[in-house]
């Protein structure tokens, strides 16, 4: 069982990912912004987050930049799930310091299929 933090500003989307997380067996929690995610990831250190890019405020390109060169977060993997589809988009996002990219709606195996390659196999 891992532990995956999901920083989405949708309730909705929040819903969809966490009921497939947790049926999976994960421990999931939520935020529904980028400053409250890079707090949470610090101090819960999860074993992989899950990032919106449309959010107020900080956007999740910018979050995922922060965590990707914070000494204290930078070994935990960023998945970006978003609506935002441009083939720009999903570079941009690498470049930041995601992992992965995954485009909304994202089905439950998809979404597992990719998360399952980036968590520590003893998790």
């Known amino acids: 069982m891992a532990h995956i933090l999901i920083i989405d500003d949708s309730p909705t ?3 969809v990912l966490s009921t497939a ?15 409250t995610g890079i707090e949470t990831a610090r101090r819960e250190q ?5 990032m919106d890019v449309i959010m107020p405020g900080m956007n999740g390109f910018q979050a ?31 470049r930041q310091g995601a992992r992965d990219f ?12 990719h998360i399952n390659k980036l968590l520590p196999t003893a998790a």
């Open 64 to 94: 995922t930049r922060t965590l990707a060169k914070d000494p204290l977060t930078s070994a935990i993997p960023v998945v970006i799930v978003t609506t935002k589809s441009m083939e720009t988009d999903r570079m941009w996002g690498l």
């Open 21 to 35: 997380l947790e049926k999976a067996g994960h421990k999931v929690t939520a935020v529904a912004d980028a400053e």
């Open 102 to 113: 995954l485009t909304k709606p994202v089905g439950d195996k998809d979404l597992l299929a």
């Open 46 to 50: 999860p074993d992989l987050v899950l």
């Open 13 to 15: 989307d929040v819903k």
